[in-house]
């Protein structure tokens, strides 16, 4: 049995980030207009979001976004419950904008039936109801994966190579174990200094400067037939 980690946006789900981002803020803008001070919810947004993916391991990820956000935005200590409702609802709205893969949900139902364990490896940024909304987006269920990383249960953010130790501790796996498939050369191949072998999805790869070499690569086409002849 082997352990097996997939980063969300860009792998499991074909998506842009900037064009996703850009989405976002527009239904995020749209969503409190009338109640709160649009951009400065978006600014807020950012601004914890800057501050969460540099957390140190002290605090949750989630007290660590709300402390920040309420820095820029203080006084609304009601917020949090504004934006549970908001990704059960308009959240949605953006799943219109992308399409499934063909292949994944044959390949995570593939992996499942051969008993292999599966973590959703996404950045810890959002809320595990943010998450799940757009596995659905890629025509997947939260059933097939044993752990969902959100940022009620991580204390750390990729690129910390201590957001995959905390998994690892979390699904006490041996790293020799492991492969993180991931389209970002920064965030998921961060994952070999632990010992963990990589595959870069190549179809929505992020472009970095000096980025690191995973030990496979492929579009999800090579990578779903890499799956087949390894596991």
């Known amino acids: 049995m082997a352990y097996i980690l997939f980063d969300l946006d860009g792998t499991l789900l074909p998506l842009n980030l900037d064009y996703f981002l850009k989405l976002y803020i527009q239904e995020v803008k749209s969503y409190v207009k009338g109640k709160f001070d649009p951009d400065l919810i978006v600014k807020a947004i950012l601004k914890a979001t800057e501050e969460t993916v540099k957390n140190t391991g002290e605090k949750l990820n989630s007290e660590v976004f709300w402390q920040a956000f309420d820095r820029v935005y203080p006084g609304t200590a009601n917020l949090r419950n504004v934006f549970e409702d908001f990704y059960h609802t308009s959240f ?8 499934p893969h063909p292949l994944a949900r044959s390949m995570i139902r593939y992996l499942h039936k051969k008993g292999h364990t599966l973590i959703l490896a996404t950045n810890a940024l959002f809320p595990r109801s943010a998450i799940i909304e757009r596995l659905y987006w890629a025509n997947l269920s939260p059933k097939y994966f044993r752990f969902i990383t959100h940022y009620d249960n991580m204390h750390y953010c990729k690129p910390n190579p201590n957001y995959y ?10 790293p020799s ?3 993180m498939i991931g389209n970002d050369p920064a965030e998921d191949l961060v994952a070999k200094e632990l010992g963990i072998k990589t595959f870069l999805v190549k179809d929505y790869e992020v472009k970095r400067e000096n980025p690191r070499t995973p030990d496979y690569a492929g579009d999800f086409y090579e990578l779903y037939r890499f799956i087949r002849e390894n596991f």
């Open 177 to 179: 174990d492991c492969l």
């Open 165 to 174: 130790k905390e998994i690892l501790e979390k699904i006490k796996a041996r």
């Open 92 to 99: 949605k709205n953006i799943g219109n904008y992308f399409k």
